[in-house]
Each structure stands twice: as C-alpha cells, then as structure tokens.
DNA sequence: ATCGGCTCGCGCAA
DNA sequence: TGCGCGAAGCCGAT
C-alpha cells in the first residue's frame, strides 16, 4: 500500500479501497473474527496505518444478537475472550469500542470519522457478507487482513481442493513464508487521545444475558474463553500432551489432544504462533508432523473448502456428486433404527458410545475427534435420507460444539458423506461412501472407558 | 497383529 | 488419453 510501510506479508492483506487516504480523525479496525491482540496480523497493520497517518486507532467490537445458530453457550465463551482483549488493549493505550445491534450497520457508524477502515478475515457466509456490505457502504480506504491462518486461503490454493493430498503439499511448501513473528509496533498515538473512553470492563454473563436471544443452551464449565486461557492450554500441551500426540491423540479414552479448536473458533490465538511455538519444542518429529497435520493440513482444507464452495453448508453442494449418487440409489434401503432429532439430541439411541459422544458434546461443549466421525456416520446411519441426516449434523454440531458453525464444523459434516475422501466398498445404506461401525472402537480402543468418563461428567 | 483390496476422480506424464 | 495413487476405515485372509 503506497505509503505505509508494513511488515505483514502481503498476501495477507486485502484492499477493498485504495487511497487517497479521506481526511478523518481516527483508524478504525473493526475487529471480528480475530478476537485478540497477539499475534493478530490486522491489529498490527491498523496500528502501522495509524504510526503512518498520525491519527488514533480505535479497535471496534460489534456484538449481534442474533448470529445464526449462537446462543447463550458460544456468547459466554467469546466474551469472556472480548473482557481479556479490551483490556490488554486499554494497556497498550488503545481505544475499545464495544457496540451492541446490527453488525453493518453499527460498523458502518463506527466508522464515519475515520481515515482508514481495517478488518480481519472470515471465511464464513454472513461474515463475508457483512464484509462486503461494509466495504459498499464506505468511502475511505478499506483493508483486510487474512489473520486466522497460516497460509492464506488464495495463496495456498486458486480452487477448491478435491482432498487432503491435493492440498497438502501446496500448504507445506509455502507454511515457511508465512510464519513470521507478528510483532505490534509501538503504538504512537498514545498520548494523543484526549481521553481513553472509559468503557466498564465486561462482564461476560451479564452482558450475554442481556444481549442474547437464544438462552436455552447454558454456558458450559469445561472451557473458560479468552486468550489467556488458550495460552496456558497451549503451554501445558506443549509440556504435557505434545510428545505423544500422534500416538494418542486419535484415542477418545486418552485426553491427547490440545483443545483448542474453541479458542481458534474465535480467533483467540493464532494459529501462526501455534505452530511457531510447536516447532520450537523437542518434541519427536513424529509428533509435531501430526499435530501440523491437524493443525495447518486439516484446518485449512476446511478453510479452502468454505471459500471455494459457496454451499458448503447445503447437501447438494456440500456432498460430492459420485457421493449423492451412491446415497440417492440407496434411500430405501431398509433402515434397522431410525431416530427422531430429540432422541438423538437427548442421547437417546441403543449405541452407548455415540450417547456418550453426544453427551460429551452436551456437557462440555466439545466432542473428541474421533468420535465426530462416528457420531455423523451414525447419524446418516440413522435418519431416512441423508439430507436430513445432514441437517441434523450440523444443527446439533453447531448448538453444542463451542466451535460450531466453524469451517471445521461444516467440512466435519461434508467429510461423513464423502467429502474430501473416496468411495469404499459399496454397503447397505452407506452405498460406497465410507463405512464406520462399533466393532471398529471396541476394536482400536478401550470404548468402555470413554463411555465411563463421560458418565463422570 | 498385519496386509491388501475395496472404488473413484484427480493430476501429472505422455 | 492413460494411469498411478490416495485415504481420519472396514473386512477377510494370513
């Protein structure tokens, strides 16, 4: 960008609106996804642009009431996150802005004095829209920053990948460039604000009660948000759970995995300092090869998949057509169990390991990855067509999960149908998308030990 | 316990 | 145009 001199990657940065930069007081990085300080590549080009133009920065926070499928659950969690944000950022001297309404809308007044306009990424439908809204509506310089992970999606790949071994490679090769330390430059406009507005410091339960529409799902105890928390999670994996990650990370009756897909949901840390901080361990290779996997291979498969796919989230698109087919010459295969969507919701099959599964879900807002697969193999299993069965998946995964409606949530489900995978031997129901029974967790794990634990809970 | 086959489409080599 | 190869699993043969 002429003039302002950066030390993001270009790659990452979108510009909407080129200059000439509009007279105004103040920059305005209207934060969204990308719901921290460290390590967010936006916030550091915000406070580059606002060195450059000598004006202050303001870091605006909109909170809707009504996203799709959110309830009381996932507000909790990101506020939580957003209490932590604001103040680090009153620490740096940086204004916050918290808004409550329309998310267009309150940007767009947010932003009628400003000479710049910033804003992160979201893969998302309603998040590019409400992108792309504010971007029509604006008339000063509009820049987004690509935060939310390692390779940017249109640099890692120019269309939608058919699967994890097409993307894999283009993902690994480039991971190097784009892992550079995000460092937040001194912010010089400190002094110059008249006066910091003073905003109350949030209290995440008063606030999401007040705001929220759709209160019948309660907070969960499991996992507490904010960007402190993903940290000390981060920390005690690296020291307690990394080292045998490829071994017992797949294992619902192990606690092998990091848990931080919540954190990552909202954008509470980065998954470029992640994998910075992994690869600087002693951990086996092995180890931190998986965990890459997962991390960057995986996750950004599902980001790739979300942007190129623009029905990610509706069976015909989401499905694969040899998939659909297959499923569609099977319909009236005869179904042993069918479920209606409250037995499944209360954990109500004859399956003790997917009522535990889904129970899990329930009460700590976050469902093993292994037992993902299964729970939505079964769920098609279970239900008279797999449309419905794919609605399901996804109402349920994104009600409970603390990381649903994230790409990971809709590919999760696309991947039960056949997404990204290829067609097995052909089977009753099924047809030849991929097969998943009982006999193979009783098979490669001590089942009964998770089905135990989650009784605990 | 371990191994190959299952089955289709992608992507590279010719 | 042809052909090698994948892939977060299952199943039957060894």
Redesign the pocket.
């Known amino acids: 960008m002429p003039g302002i001199h950066t030390a993001i990657h270009k790659d990452r940065l979108r510009h909407w609106i080129a200059p000439p930069i509009k007279p105004g007081k103040y920059v305005l990085y209207w934060m969204q996804q990308a719901q921290r300080v460290a390590y967010n590549h936006a916030l550091a080009h915000a406070v580059e642009i606002s060195n450059t133009l000598c004006l202050p920065l303001v870091v605006g926070f909109v909170l809707t009431s009504d996203f799709p499928d959110a309830n009381l659950r996932h507000y909790v969690f990101m506020l939580e996150g957003i209490a932590q944000t604001q103040s680090q950022l009153g620490k740096l001297g940086i204004s916050f802005v918290l808004k409550v309404g329309d998310m267009v809308e309150e940007v767009f007044k947010l932003s009628r004095d400003a000479a710049w306009v910033v804003a992160d990424v979201g893969y998302l439908r309603i998040q590019r829209q409400w992108r792309a809204q504010v971007a029509n509506a604006l008339k000063c310089p509009y820049t987004e920053v690509e935060t939310d992970v390692t390779v940017p999606v249109a640099a890692a790949a120019a269309k939608e ?6 993307l ?1 490679p283009l993902l690994m090769n480039k991971l190097g460039d784009y892992l550079d330390p995000v460092v937040l430059p001194e912010y010089r406009m400190r002094q110059t604000i008249p006066k910091t507005p003073h905003l109350d410091s949030i209290d995440p339960i008063k606030l999401a009660d007040r705001v929220v529409t759709n209160k019948n799902i309660s907070p969960v105890n499991y996992y507490h948000g904010g960007p402190a928390e993903a940290r000390q999670r981060l920390k005690k994996f690296i020291s307690q759970g990394l080292a045998a990650y490829h071994v017992l990370s797949r294992d619902p009756t192990k606690h092998g995995q990091s848990d931080l897909s919540p954190y990552l949901h909202f954008g509470q840390i980065s998954p470029v300092e992640i994998v910075r901080e992994i690869q600087a361990t002693e951990a086996p290779p092995a180890a931190k090869k998986a965990f890459i996997e997962q991390m960057v291979v ?1 996750r950004e498969l599902a980001v790739n998949f979300v942007y190129y796919n623009p029905g990610y989230d509706m069976y015909e698109q989401a499905v694969p ?2 998939a659909q087919k297959t499923l569609a010459e099977h319909i009236q295969d005869p179904r042993p169990y069918i479920y209606t969507w409250d037995q499944l919701e209360q954990g109500n099959t004859h399956d003790p390991y997917w009522n535990a599964a889904q129970m899990e879900m329930v009460k700590t807002g976050k469902m093993h ?1 292994y037992m ?2 299964y729970w939505g193999k079964k769920i098609m299993e279970w239900t008279r067509t797999p449309q419905e069965a794919h609605e399901i998946i996804l109402a349920l995964n994104n009600r409970y999960e603390l990381d649903g409606r994230d790409p990971n949530g809709f590919t ?1 489900a696309a ?1 039960c149908f056949g997404r990204h ?6 089977r009753a129901i099924f047809g ?1 998308v ?4 009982a ?2 967790l009783k ?2 794990f001590r089942i009964n030990e998770y089905v135990q634990r989650i009784q605990t809970l």
């Open positions: 990948a058919s699967a994890a071994r097409t894999r995986r057509h040899w990855n993902r697969m999760g991947w995978d290829r067609p097995w031997q052909e030849k991929r097969y998943m029974n006999e193979g098979r490669k």
